[in-house]
Structures are given as C-alpha cells and as structure tokens.
C-alpha cells in the first residue's frame, strides 16, 4: 500500500481563503500531516507512522498550485444513480465559485460518453444561481451513464480542446478506473490537469474509505422494505417476506438494514456462500422458523448466489461498463421456496418486494447531504492545491486523499469473520453456517 498523493507541482499560489479563516494552525492542513491507516495497536505495539503507509489529510492549503481567476473546472457524473449526486455537484459549484473566485465550472452530460464528440452531448455552464435547490432531489442534473471508455485519448482530447484544469469525477470503480486513466493519459502529455474523484456508490464497496456517499439514504430507504415484509408476513398464515436489495458484489446495503430493523431472520450475502437444499441449507433452516414461529422475513443483496444461478461462467454477459450482469435471485427464491414448501405439503403466503430503484433515486437523507456538501469542499480544495488521480475519502470520521489507484486495487467486502458480520447475525439468529458437509 501507497497512500503518496500525485501532485502537478508545488502550491506557489495565495490561497484566497487566507482572507476568510482566522485561526490558520486550525484552518489550513500542513502538507505532513497523517491520518494512520490502522489505529488498533496490539499489546505494546506502536501504529505504523510512515507518511507513505498513512492517509494525507484532506482539506484547505495556505499555498495552491491554480490561480482561481483563471482555472476551468469540469464536473461529470459516471455509472448508476445514487442519492446525493446533486448535493456534491453542488458542493462542487459553490465551493469553487465563492471560497476561490473560480468561476468557470462546465458540467459534462451523460458520463465519460458526454466528453466524446460524437455522441453530441453539448457541456452546460454551472452557475450558482441555477443549482442552489439540486440538492433537494435525486438523481443527476447532468444525466449520466455506463461506459463511454472505449477511446480513453479521445476523452483527454476533448478536455484539452476544452482547456479544463480541475476534471471532477463522481462515480464508483468503473468511473474511478476511467479516471485514472484520464490522469495518467494527462500526465504522459504533460497537460496540468487535475482529476479529483468523489466516491460515489450505494454498495458501499470502495476500498480504503470508511463510507461512499448514498449509503446511508440506501439502506435507510431499505429499512422501509423491510418494515413493510415484516407487516406482511406477519399479516397472513405461515406468512413469509421476501426483499430484494442492491449490492452487486458486497452486502453492505442489506447487512445494515438488518441491523436498523432487527425484524429480519435470514439475510443472505455474496460474501457469504450457502447451500439451499440439504439438512444444514436454507430451506431446511427456513422450514424451522415457520414451523417454530409460523412467519419468517428474508433480505437477499442482489448479487448473492449467482454461483447457483450462473453454472457456467462461458455464458455471462457484462455491461457497457464492465459489470456482470446478474440473474435475478429474488425472483429465483420467491419460486424456489413456493416449490419447496409445496412439496413439504405446507401452505406458505410469500410477498416479495424489490425497491431497487425506489431506494437509489432518492434524495438524500440528512447526514448524507452533510457527507456530500463536505466531500465536495474538500475535493475543491483537492483540485485548487493541484493534487490528482486521488479521491476525497473519510476514515476514522476524518476526511482524507486516497490514491485511485489504491482505491480501486480491491473491491470492499463484508468479512465473514468480522464483528460486523456476527452483530447481524445475532440480530436476525440465523445460523452461522448453512452449507452441508
């Protein structure tokens, strides 16, 4: 691990906020300052404090590298919706015009595809007078979507005809991916610009950041799901609810809803593997519970069980942005436990729910609107100091640059042996191992 911010060079410039903040030891980040990385020590063992094994910090510099009166930004947004996409797009906007005086702020439609000219996707002008209420809603004023990566130089062409400084780039793993190799295309050309990334996913599977923004709304808009499940099944003889949830690789969505709601009694992951059928499966545990309590509610990430869907790995199909695209698990249980307990001889009433896009086209709750309004301060100040191929991260509760191309070395996971993972099971009390044998 190298957590070394690239820089275009040093900050030579007066940064404008010097005439704003008074108390400079308080306001202004020193270069050297660490976060560490692990802050668990066991026995006498002292933390690793090596500046290249430890977070830079994020925020203002007393000295930046772009003069504001005369940098061009650009914003564009990559890859599915999300809540709070509007709120960092205008954390963007109004950081760079009224903390630094820059402004010329372009916003680039419909992802990386708006910065190839042939798809005549026209850039619109981003002025603070036309996004101070985006906040409020979901989705992306600047439309977005998958892909658009084919002809990486192209891209950077256009951002040079441009004569953008400050490329901001709010996406997931394939968005940041693109981003990095907008960086290093940029940087073999020896162009100045600067590619700040804000991380953008409800999976919340970015890896050395503590949360993506959009998480909190997604699985606090989940708990609405779960909540209306645990009605249902309640409401009927041998009743059982059945709800869906996003989380392609990583159950984050659904393991935090449980725990929110503790109305659930089986949650099933990717990170965990289990069998259906079988005296330790599933459906055998499954049967216990209505037997026992006669109503049951059962939360699976969309991307659980696609081992049991997808048998042969020669016939999957992926995305325009490089993603594999999933069979349908919830539909699968819903059929697959009627037949079950069909055969068992046993009457079951299974109400299935999939909010999927209820839940991402949200805007943000609260704190979430809090988490985007800071990361895009800070991926301002990112920008205007000249640092690049970074994304604005947050660990342990402080804002942080994390390298991208550390950022998406692995995907975020729930580990199975975590103290996160046992919590969720003691809520729901479903057995820590369902595989047989």
Same mark, same amino acid.
């Given at each position: ?36 990385y692990n802050p668990v020590v066991n026995g006498t063992a002292a933390p690793c404090i090596e500046p290249e094994k430890n977070f830079e910090e994020a925020g203002p510099r007393e000295k930046i590298y772009f003069n504001p009166a005369e940098t061009r930004s650009a914003i564009v947004t990559c890859g599915g919706l999300c809540p709070g996409i509007n709120a960092v797009i205008r954390a963007i906007v109004m950081a760079s015009h009224y903390l630094y005086g820059s402004k010329s702020i372009t916003g680039i439609r419909f992802g990386y595809s708006g910065l ?35 002809? @990486? ?37 020896? @162009? ?97 519970? @209505? ?92 920008? @205007? ?53």
């Open positions: 691990m190298d957590f070394r911010i690239k820089k275009l060079g040093e900050g030579a410039v007066r940064s404008p906020l010097l005439n704003k903040y008074t108390f400079r030891e308080s306001s202004f980040i020193d270069d050297q300052k660490r976060i560490i190839d000219p042939k798809n005549g996707f026209e850039p619109i002008e981003l002025l603070p007078e036309d996004i101070e209420d985006i906040h409020l809603e979901g989705g992306t004023i600047l439309g977005s979507s998958r892909g658009g990566t084919e002809d @990486m130089e192209v891209l950077v062409d256009t951002l040079s005809r441009m004569r953008i400084n400050i490329l901001y780039t709010i996406g997931g793993d394939g968005t940041l991916r693109g981003a990095h190799a907008i960086a290093e295309i940029a940087a073999r050309r020896g @162009m100045k610009l600067s590619v700040i990334g804000i991380p953008k996913t409800i999976d919340n599977d970015i890896s050395y950041i503590q949360r993506s923004f959009g998480f909190e709304t997604a699985f606090s808009q989940a708990v609405d799901s779960i909540y209306t499940a645990h009605v249902e099944a309640k409401g009927a003889p041998n009743g059982i609810g059945l709800v869906k949830l996003m989380g392609r690789h990583s159950g984050f969505i659904a393991a935090h809803a449980c725990l929110a709601m503790n109305d659930v009694n089986f949650v099933l992951l990717p990170e965990v593997p289990f069998d259906l059928d079988g005296p330790n499966g599933f459906l055998s545990h499954l049967k216990k519970r @209505m037997l026992n309590r006669r109503h049951a509610v059962i939360v699976v990430a969309e991307g659980t069980g696609q081992d049991i869907l997808q048998k042969d790995a020669a016939l999957q199909k992926r995305d325009a942005s490089g993603n594999l695209l999933l069979e349908d698990i919830g539909v699968f249980l819903k059929k697959t436990i009627n037949e079950y307990f069909k055969k068992q001889g046993m009457e079951v009433n299974l109400k299935y729910i999939d909010p999927s896009y209820l839940i991402r086209s949200a805007p943000p709750v609260p704190n979430d609107s809090i988490f985007c309004a800071r990361l895009g301060q800070n991926a301002v100040h990112a920008g @205007m100091s000249g640092r690049t191929d970074m994304i604005i991260g947050l660990w342990n509760n402080i804002y942080t640059h994390v390298p991208i191309e550390l950022a998406i070395s692995k995907r975020k996971k729930i580990d199975p042996a975590s103290r996160f993972w046992h919590d969720v099971m003691d809520a729901t009390g479903q057995p820590v191992n369902m595989i047989n044998g």
